[in-house]
């Protein structure tokens, strides 16, 4: 059996960066960003969004700002994409089966992600260092607020096996990711 484990936490709180140091370790890494990234090129899923949103498609392409604009205000909407786009990317980690594989999945449902992944590790961080990681990346602060809006990171306490602090140094944070992952990792 191979050892899914899945890496979580709201915008900004470093997933990515936990990503980036599992693939450093050798490790099988997928990201539910980039595996949406492909989907957006992919004709039968932007002919599904074209029928939900109709306007968020133009000459067969997504406008994937427009995308997010509208489904970062409306709850509803929002849950409409999800799940449209939810399954297929579960499907693509779940027939993964490279091992380890750490899968970065910013948003994560306990009952859609069933049986997928071995371990859930919580990326946390405060709301400010959140903001200033994002504002940093050139984040418009309504974008911000809307994406926090949201997500709730906090809800994903229950679910991690592990918790994982990201507010002090870079340096600091790796190392305790690398640490983690081999441990989880590790063989008898």
Not at 142 to 165: K, N
Request: aromatic fraction near 4%; hydrophobic fraction near 45%; glycine fraction near 6%.
């Amino acid at each position: 059996m191979s050892m899914k484990i899945a890496i979580v936490g709201g915008i900004g709180s470093g997933k990515s960066e936990a990503l980036a140091v599992a693939r450093a370790l050798g490790m099988a890494t997928l990201s539910a960003d980039e595996i949406n990234g492909e989907l957006l090129e992919s004709a039968e899923y932007i002919a599904r969004l074209a029928e939900l949103f109709p306007f968020a498609v133009k000459d067969g392409r997504a406008d994937r700002a427009t995308l997010a604009r509208h489904v970062f205000s409306d709850d509803g909407e929002r849950e409409k994409l999800n799940a449209l786009a939810h399954p297929l990317i579960l499907e693509k980690i779940r027939s993964d089966m490279r091992d380890p594989l750490v899968a970065e999945v910013p948003v994560f449902d306990k009952d859609e992600a069933e049986g997928i992944f071995d371990v859930v590790v919580l990326i946390s961080a405060s709301e400010a260092v959140r903001r200033q990681r994002l504002e940093k990346r050139g984040m418009s602060a309504e974008d911000i607020s809307a994406r926090m809006r949201a997500q709730d990171p906090d809800a994903l306490l229950h679910i991690a096996d592990y918790v994982l602090p990201n507010e002090q140094s870079a340096d600091d944070f790796r190392k305790r990711v690398e640490s983690l992952l081999k441990k989880l990792t590790e063989t008898d």
